[in-house]
């Protein structure tokens, strides 16, 4: 039950304290939102000739194995197939085209167009001020990323849902950090996404790190092209809980609450192969924590279908 104080001036949650800790991971494209972003690929037409065609995101996740009919660019390959998907070393963030896209699907948004299915899922999470992370199979640099959920937050949060974020986040700051004085609250919530990950799997900067892991580097680079952004979100994913029981313990949570993770993607392949790598490897090593997974593939399911992978325990809205 929430409990508010006044602390150095501020509206604070105490209620926070007595919370569980649920956690999300979220994939971005056709998950929270429809991008315009396009895949340029190479198609068989009907007289035998491959011949320029592009897709979007929500197609290439249902042709990408489709070898006989689709294929990536002879000249180029992956990196002109993907290259809008990319930061443009030449442009500043605010011209990035993650950001005029984002920008282009919260528009349609605010106009009546459906969104992604986790839409509503982001906008709770960030309203209650839970840590989460975005892992998607861009290759933006992780401030991109970052700077799209700021947009996020200032299109679609109301003054009044913003105000309850700022609320909970000096809450959780004043309960865990120990905190009696806090910053503005432009300082606050760069601290709060300062604690979130954005991992765009395919970045330059993650694949070194992915590449230098002891675990993960070998099975990269052994990994067919088809492999490799599935193997890359599972390292996105583990780094995440790494990080999340990592703060935990230094805040003294773990064992004093109920830990979930949920991860949503859109893509059937990344959700099998989420789903395997959780039960033969997260699960055992992090046995306190539930993991759920949410298949939002299919458009007639509002927010997707929900797997529990492991653990059992019986949280609201989970």
Same mark, same amino acid.
């Given at each position: 039950?929430?409990?508010?104080?006044?602390?150095?001036?501020?509206?604070?949650?105490?209620?926070?304290?007595?919370?569980?800790?649920?956690?999300?991971?979220?994939?971005?494209?056709?998950?929270?939102?429809?991008?315009?972003?396009?895949?340029?690929?190479?198609?068989?037409?009907?007289?035998?000739?491959?011949?320029?065609?592009?897709?979007?995101?929500?197609?290439?996740?249902?042709?990408?194995?489709?070898?006989?009919?689709y294929r990536l660019p002879l000249v180029g390959g992956r990196e002109a197939a993907?290259?809008?998907?990319?930061?443009?070393?030449?442009?500043?963030?605010?011209?990035?085209?993650?950001?005029r896209d984002t920008r282009a699907a919260l528009a349609r948004v605010a106009a009546?167009?459906?969104?992604?299915?986790? /839409?509503? =899922? &982001? %906008?709770? !999470?960030?309203?209650? $001020?839970?840590?989460?992370?975005? +892992?998607?199979?861009?290759?933006?640099?992780?401030?991109?990323?970052?700077?799209?959920?700021?947009?996020?937050?200032?299109?679609?949060?109301?003054?009044?849902?913003?105000?309850?974020?700022?609320?909970?986040?000096?809450?959780?700051?004043?309960?865990?950090?120990?905190?009696?004085?806090?910053?503005?609250?432009?300082?606050?919530?760069?601290?709060?996404?300062?604690?979130?990950?954005?991992?765009?799997?395919?970045?330059?900067?993650?694949?070194?790190?992915?590449?230098?892991?002891?675990?993960?580097?070998?099975?990269?680079?052994?990994?067919?092209?088809?492999?490799?952004?599935?193997?890359?979100?599972?390292?996105?994913?583990?780094?995440?809980?790494?990080?999340? /029981?990592? =703060? &935990? %313990?230094? !805040?003294?949570?773990? $064992?004093?609450?109920?830990?979930? +993770?949920?991860?949503?993607?859109?893509?059937?392949?990344?959700?099998?192969?989420?789903?395997?790598?959780?039960?033969?490897?997260?699960?055992?090593?992090?046995?306190?924590?539930?993991?759920?997974?949410?298949?939002?593939?299919?458009?007639?399911?509002?927010?997707?279908?929900?797997?529990?992978?492991?653990?059992?325990?019986?949280?609201?809205?989970?």
């Amino acid at each position: 039950m929430d409990e508010f104080a006044v602390i150095d001036g501020r509206r604070v949650n105490l209620g926070v304290a007595a919370r569980d800790f649920k956690y999300y991971i979220f994939d971005w494209d056709d998950n929270i939102l429809h991008m315009p972003t396009r895949i340029y690929m190479e198609k068989l037409d009907d007289d035998g000739r491959w011949v320029p065609t592009s897709v979007s995101t929500g197609t290439f996740a249902l042709v990408r194995s489709d070898e006989a009919r689709y294929r990536l660019p002879l000249v180029g390959g992956r990196e002109a197939a993907f290259r809008d998907f990319q930061d443009d070393p030449d442009a500043g963030t605010a011209d990035s085209a993650f950001i005029r896209d984002t920008r282009a699907a919260l528009a349609r948004v605010a106009a009546g167009e459906p969104a992604g299915p986790s /839409f509503k =899922t &982001l %906008r709770k !999470t960030l309203r209650e $001020g839970r840590i989460f992370a975005i +892992v998607t199979a861009r290759g933006h640099a992780s401030e991109t990323i970052r700077d799209a959920v700021r947009i996020f937050i200032d299109t679609v949060l109301t003054p009044d849902e913003r105000e309850e974020m700022m609320t909970n986040l000096r809450g959780y700051r004043h309960c865990f950090d120990k905190v009696d004085r806090f910053g503005t609250d432009e300082e606050e919530l760069d601290y709060f996404l300062s604690m979130c990950r954005y991992h765009a799997v395919t970045s330059p900067d993650f694949k070194e790190k992915l590449s230098s892991d002891s675990d993960f580097g070998s099975r990269f680079a052994d990994a067919t092209s088809a492999q490799k952004p599935e193997l890359a979100k599972e390292f996105a994913i583990r780094d995440f809980v790494e990080h999340l /029981f990592r =703060t &935990l %313990r230094r !805040t003294g949570g773990v $064992g004093a609450h109920q830990v979930a +993770v949920g991860f949503s993607d859109d893509d059937v392949g990344n959700v099998k192969a989420v789903s395997d790598y959780i039960r033969r490897e997260l699960a055992s090593r992090f046995g306190c924590c539930k993991f759920v997974v949410y298949d939002t593939s299919d458009p007639e399911l509002v927010s997707g279908r929900k797997v529990t992978v492991s653990g059992q325990l019986d949280l609201p809205g989970f």
